[in-house]
């Protein structure tokens, strides 16, 4: 009688889910200019009451003559000042919404920079095209918005469909704000100079994401370099001030 012996039947290794970390970091940036914001506006609603000016705005809102006279820092001031409780209320929203999110991936300084750079190309903009005084921080707001956009497709093989509803998303959000933006009193030309600020700065120095590491953990990384951040802010900067320089010497055709 023979006896055979059956080899056992190992099962293959299951498999396992790659750890992904991607270190993000808090949005305190974002809550800072929060904070700012709402200390300035409580400075402007006290001003009016005790004395009958806003003299924030006075001293900081965009007004053409004053810019022209060489009062540049109003290029960029706007963006802390306000006209209303609501007008506060609805761009530091959007600023928790979308700007938190990006301050994660983007870093406590190129958001910044990002978020300032937005309100100059849109104030530059603004100047060049409306001859009314403006206010607000909806240049910077749709700075980040067109860093989104950016961003998610820049990133797309990374998010995977992810990327696609994000984009989808923010498209709709910024087409919806343009129309809003042309109802009287509303800036729209500011709107379209930050959106196109934060869309020449984040195709040139936003995350550009990859995974490195071995099948079990995998860690992303930026292969932007500071050296990236600096050229597209320098592109805002060198385009946008250039358009503001002709205006002001009198050279260009606006």
Not at 174 to 185: D, E, K, Q, T, Y
Not at 224 to 236: F, M, N, P, W
């Amino acid at each position: 009688m023979t006896t055979e012996t059956e080899n056992p039947v190992i099962p293959p290794p299951a498999l396992q889910t790659p750890i992904i970390d991607e270190k993000l970091v808090n949005p305190i940036t974002t809550y800072t200019l929060i904070v700012i914001s709402v200390i300035i506006y409580v400075l402007q609603a006290g001003t009016q009451g005790l004395f009958g000016y806003d003299i924030p705005a006075l001293l900081g809102m965009k007004i053409n003559q004053n810019i022209i006279d060489g009062q540049l820092w109003r290029l960029i001031t706007p963006m802390f000042l306000h006209g209303s409780l609501v007008h506060i209320g609805f761009n530091m929203y959007a600023l928790v919404v979308i700007g938190s999110g990006l301050e994660r991936r983007f870093g406590h300084w190129r958001f910044l920079l990002l978020y300032v750079l937005g309100s100059f190309a849109g104030n530059v903009f603004s100047f060049l095209l409306s001859p009314n005084p403006s206010l607000g921080a909806s240049t910077s707001i749709f700075a980040l918005l067109g860093a989104e956009m950016v961003f998610f497709f820049q990133n797309r093989e990374m998010f995977g469909k992810g990327a696609r509803r994000a984009l989808q998303n923010v498209i709709t959000v910024a087409a919806v704000n343009f129309l809003i933006g042309l109802s009287p009193g509303i800036d729209n030309w500011g709107h379209l100079g930050g959106l196109m600020g934060g869309l020449i700065f984040t195709w040139f120095g936003g995350p550009k994401l990859s995974l490195e590491g071995g099948f079990s953990y995998l860690s992303v990384v930026d292969e932007r370099t500071s050296t990236d951040q600096l050229i597209g802010a320098g592109l805002v900067f060198i385009f946008f001030g250039a358009l503001a320089a002709l205006k002001i010497t009198g050279l260009g055709p606006f």
